[in-house]
């Protein structure tokens, strides 16, 4: 295959931060035998999270290169910092669909995301451009999904881990032990840079 021709799954998030549940919806994209890469999107400003206020840039950039540290196909990527906010997921795919033309894309997303997927922002362009990955429990019945998007949906088998990035905010801000929800690697720069001491609202 020529370098012209990778297909790159995209996962994009606000990674604050980074945990177990991404390392392992990571690993599920990619033990699925589809992807050439998967490419993490940081998003510093997403449309949909605009009452809580994130941890600076750079440190949720830190974090997640130490979470993927040693994946040969991973990338993290800043490149939606470059780009006009907030970070609608149309706008990175066209804009990495005319930097990257040869290459093709999946929009990598858990299964719950898949029943708003409707709600995103010019839904039938993003499907244009690119397949949508769908990590799900593997029982999942695939039947119940509009035509519309299960026609441009592949699945890889996942069983979800209960862990989010609010949860952990919420146990660093109670002094609770997160050691079991995250790589050492990152505790280690929240412990450092003493994030997310207090919950943090715009
Ligand atoms: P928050 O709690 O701040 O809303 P989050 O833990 O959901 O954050 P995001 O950065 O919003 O993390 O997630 C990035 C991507 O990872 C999203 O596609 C999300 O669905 C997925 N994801 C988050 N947590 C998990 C998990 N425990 N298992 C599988 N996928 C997850």
Known sequence: ???????????GGTFDPV??????????????????ELWILLTPDPPHKTEQAQADYQ??????????KGFDNVKVSDI???????????????FLKSRY???TFY??????SLHNFKKWKDWEKILQICDLFVAQRPSTDT???????????????HEPIRVSSTMIRQAVAKGDDISELLPSSVKKIIDKEELYRVINHE
């Open 101 to 103: 033309s040869g290459y």
């Open 143 to 157: 039947q119940a999904i509009d035509e519309s998007i299960r026609e441009h949906a592949h699945f890889a088998d």
């Open 19 to 36: 945990h177990y549940g991404h390392i392992s919806i990571a690993e599920s994209f990619l033990d699925a035998d589809i992807l050439d």
């Open 59 to 68: 440190l949720r950039l830190k974090m997640l290169q130490e979470a993927f």
């Open 107 to 112: 929009l990598c997303i858990g299964g719950d």
């Open 1 to 11: 295959m020529s370098l012209q021709e990778k297909r790159i799954g995209i996962l």
């Open 80 to 94: 939606e910092k470059q780009l006009p906010q907030p970070s609608y997921t149309i706008q990175t795919l066209e």
